[in-house]
């Protein structure tokens, strides 16, 4: 146990988040550091950034979303970490709670996250999008793993996972448009991650994991108790998934294919 209450450090990847951004920090106010790795914004993200903290720093050569939180975490000198999106905010429970943590903190631990998204007008408290995932760990434990989209904290081995009541929120989308947009580079990310790995894929494997998707969302994880932002999500969630599958296939039957 810790004789002093531990400091943290709150770590944000950004690229043209000036509509988001501003909330984010607001919500980050009560953290020792704040550290903003920028990837090359032409909007005003990094002057806005400037006005919460001085630990701005930008690489502009895109690693991977796993490798730029890596870099952000390296700029860090906090006992612990909070991994933060752009686009989300920590509401005031679990703000008290992380804040109640660290004057007692446990050793070789890592906390669990509830994150709740805002898609089409409403919360999702289910469809699988109100989840928990490790966000808060200590600094000299463990870091994110390389992938290049869905990254992670790797949980070293013998490491307790613990939760803390309170949300991330999550302001997602704005409109169609813009998840349409970001779910196309997603699909890319992932499909440029199993063409490194060397790995296949055909259009039938598209459409069962689509309609997986789908069935899974919708029905399994009741996402018709989200009204018709369930239905959507859901769909748009399949048409995204056969998407990733369709660009693999297309790259090996496309002799002029060039990244």
């Known amino acids: 146990m810790s004789a002093r209450q531990a400091s943290i450090c709150a770590i944000i990847i950004t690229k043209n988040e000036q509509d988001s951004l501003k909330d984010c920090l607001e919500s980050l106010t009560w953290v020792d550091q704040i550290v903003v790795v920028d990837s090359g914004s032409t909007d005003g993200t990094v002057e806005l950034a400037k006005q919460y903290t001085q630990d701005v720093y930008s690489n502009v050569d895109w690693p991977g979303f796993g ?75 463990t870091t994110y793993n390389d992938n290049l989209v869905h990254e992670s904290v790797l949980v070293p081995e013998g490491c307790q996972i613990a939760e803390l009541d309170g949300d991330i929120l999550h302001y997602s ?32 494997q598209g459409i069962v994991h689509a309609i997986g998707c789908f069935a899974k969302m919708y029905l399994l994880k009741r996402g018709f108790l989200d009204g018709k932002a369930g239905f959507l999500i859901a769909l748009l969630s399949a048409h995204s998934t056969f998407v990733k599958y369709a660009d693999l296939w297309a790259r090996e039957n496309d002799s002029h294919y060039k990244k």
């Not at 890596?70 to 703000?95: C, H, K, N, P």
């Open 67 to 141: 490798k730029q939180k890596q870099l952000a975490q390296s700029y860090a000198t906090g006992d612990w970490i909070l991994a933060v999106d752009a686009d989300e905010r920590i509401d005031e429970t679990l703000r008290n709670n992380i804040q109640a943590m660290l004057e007692n903190p446990p050793s070789n631990t890592v906390f669990n996250l509830n994150e709740l998204t805002w898609v089409f007008g409403r919360f999702l408290k289910h469809s699988g999008w109100y989840y928990r995932h490790i966000r808060l760990y200590p600094r000299e434990l």
């Open 173 to 204: 989308y704005k409109n169609i448009e813009h998840y349409l947009v970001k779910s196309a580079g997603y699909a890319k990310a992932w499909a440029d991650q199993r063409e490194a790995r060397g790995k296949r894929a055909s259009l039938g």
